[in-house]
């Protein structure tokens, strides 16, 4: 197993980083910029915008993945309620994007997202609803959906069934 996990800067996907350290699995973490999980060191990051198609296939070519845990996203609700075009870019466009990159490989995407039932009229929920969409409409099967209600379910998420 060889995996992608984008967003590794934020909450969620330091947790993935620490348990995939933990579990000795290998991967390389993604987020935009530098990175600034405490949690991974240089050599297993490399920097990646979902947005943009030339740096998702040039990580994409560095691992040759055989699974994505995408976990990059806009998650601040007052950011998202205050920039949905930027929220919509990230969420949607990004996803989709990274789901392209998958198919491309025969890779298996995973889509992660908070909670979305505390607020289902949210930018961000909207988002992931219409991303989640996009995944469903799709001929490729590869994929799944965790929706994560609280960090003790970070195991569940290497879980490929």
């Known amino acids: 197993m060889r995996i992608i996990i984008t967003g590794s800067n934020g909450v969620l996907g330091q947790k993935l980083v620490k348990y ?3 579990n000795r699995l ?22 990646m915008d979902v947005c943009n198609k030339l740096e998702i296939n040039q990580v994409f070519d560095t691992l040759y993945p055989t699974h994505i ?16 075009d930027l929220c919509h870019q990230v969420n949607v466009e990004g996803t989709a994007l990274l789901f392209h990159a998958c198919q491309q490989f025969e890779a ?5 997202s908070w909670d979305l039932t505390k607020n289902l009229d949210s930018e961000y929920s909207k988002s992931k609803v219409v991303a989640q969409k996009n995944l469903e409409s799709s001929d ?17 998420l290497f879980k490929f069934d």
């Open 140 to 156: 490729y099967k590869n994929w799944s959906l965790a929706n994560l209600e609280q960090d003790s379910e970070i195991e569940f």
């Open 69 to 84: 845990l995408h976990a990059a996203a806009i998650s601040d609700l007052d950011f998202c309620e205050k920039h949905p």
């Open 26 to 47: 290998t991967f390389i973490a993604t987020s935009k910029g530098l990175n600034r999980n405490p949690n991974c060191p240089d050599y297993l990051y490399l920097s």
């Open 108 to 112: 298996h995407f995973k889509m992660i």
């Open 20 to 22: 995939c350290i933990a």
